[in-house]
């Protein structure tokens, strides 16, 4: 049975779309954990038929450490994100897991992403270059 960790703070709704968009993808049995940083956000993402919810840092922490797969945003891996709600051990326990984890690029952290294309490692580099030149003009 796969196990499906949906993490999301402030409103959840981020969480909450998530759940919408992969509850048909999976059969039944399939358990989707909806982790909230707080109580609002499991609450949202449990009107979206998450199969279990849970609310805050210890929550996260142990079911992230037994689930398949992980999904949110890229800001479960930065600390202090969402305006603090991602605590320093909440992103280590991801970072711990053995889950594969599926992050949207949402930059609300800033953090950039240089390319989520699989390209070989002299793009990526070009890619980069791109990226600095576009948000640093001038050096």
Do not use: W
């Amino acid at each position: 049975m796969m196990k499906i960790a949906v993490l999301d703070g402030q409103g959840g709704g981020i969480g909450c779309e998530i759940i919408n968009h992969i509850r048909p993808l999976f059969p039944e049995g399939t358990i989707i954990y909806a982790l909230g940083t707080n109580a609002v956000a499991t609450s949202k993402m449990m009107k979206a038929k998450a199969t279990q919810g849970a609310s805050g840092e210890n929550a996260v922490i142990r079911t992230v450490a037994k689930a398949d797969l992980i999904i949110g945003t890229l800001d479960i891996l930065v600390a202090d994100s969402l305006m603090g709600e991602i605590t320093a051990p909440i992103t280590a326990a991801i970072g711990r897991s053995e889950a594969r984890k599926i992050l949207l690029p949402i930059n609300r952290s800033g953090v950039e992403v240089v390319s989520s294309e699989k390209k070989p490692l002299p793009h990526l580099f070009e890619d980069l270059t791109a990226l600095v030149k576009k948000l640093y003009p001038g050096g």
